[in-house]
T-cell receptor
Framework: KNQVEQSPQSLIILEGKNCTLQ??????????LRWYKQDTGRGPVSLTI?????NTKSNGRYTATLDADTKQSSLHITASQLSDSASYIC????????????FGAGTRLAVHP | DTGVSQDPRHKITKRGQNVTFRCDPI?????LYWYRQTLGQGPEFLTY????????KSRLLSDRFSAERPKGSFSTLEIQRTEQGDSAMYLC???????????FGPGTRLTVT
């Protein structure tokens, strides 16, 4: 069973609209939870990083939330732009060792004009 | 450009051939990671180097796969006797021990025909 599950698998929204992506994880304990943006054919780029004690973290139009009790995280995108079209991947960093990352499968977002 | 670079960006090969990919990490980073990503999935960890030492290998890394980082700078990933199931994006990432954040390269997309 995947330790990091994301929903929906894919999403289409109109430019200017808001959307929320979900992440459920079973990994415990963890050092931090991250959201990455991955453009087609490119490597992932970090958007937000939250420790288990943080509830929310913003980066411009991106706001991530974390509920450590329910093991859920969300990424909210405000006033979407065409350039937001990408895959958004929820990632958990395991404690200790060599910074092992556990990746979700991602949500593929398409923003249409 | 001082980010992680990978070469080549795309590789098409016939089944049974050997292929080698190169990763140049961010210059001051002593940790280097290889991941494999198939379509619609998140990256999966393959192996990790700290300086020139290969400290962790995933069971995904079959005996046809070998990675090296001879001088603790660039790294190579070789796949021998390629199979169609090896078709994927191969991502490299680097980090420093102090910061821990992994920075990803653009990836090498391998297609085995």
């Amino acid at each position: 069973k995947n330790q990091v599950e994301q929903s929906p698998q894919s999403l289409i929204i109109l430019e200017g609209k808001n959307c929320t992506l979900q992440c459920n994880y079973t990994v415990s304990p963890f050092s931090n939870l991250r959201w990455y943006k991955q453009d087609t054919g490119r490597g992932p780029v970090s958007l937000t990083i939250m420790t288990f004690s943080e509830n929310t973290k913003s980066n411009g139009r991106y706001t991530a939330t974390l509920d450590a009790d329910t093991k859920q995280s969300s990424l909210h995108i405000t006033a979407s732009q065409l350039s937001d079209s990408a895959s958004y991947i929820c990632v958990v960093l395991l404690p200790g060792g060599y910074n092992k990352l556990i990746f979700g499968a991602g949500t593929r977002l398409a923003v249409h004009p | 450009d001082t980010g992680v670079s990978q070469d080549p960006r795309h590789k098409i090969t016939k089944r049974g051939q050997n292929v080698t990919f190169r990763c140049d990490p961010i210059s001051e980073h002593n940790r280097l990671y290889w991941y494999r990503q198939t379509l619609g999935q998140g990256p999966e960890f393959l192996t990790y180097f700290q300086n020139e030492a290969q400290l962790e290998k995933s069971r995904l890394l079959s005996d046809r796969f070998s990675a090296e980082r001879p001088k603790g700078s660039f790294s190579t990933l070789e796949i021998q006797r390629t199979e169609q199931g090896d078709s994927a994006m191969y991502l490299c990432a680097s980090s420093s021990v102090e910061e821990g954040e992994q920075y990803f390269g653009p990836g090498t997309r391998l297609t085995v025909t």
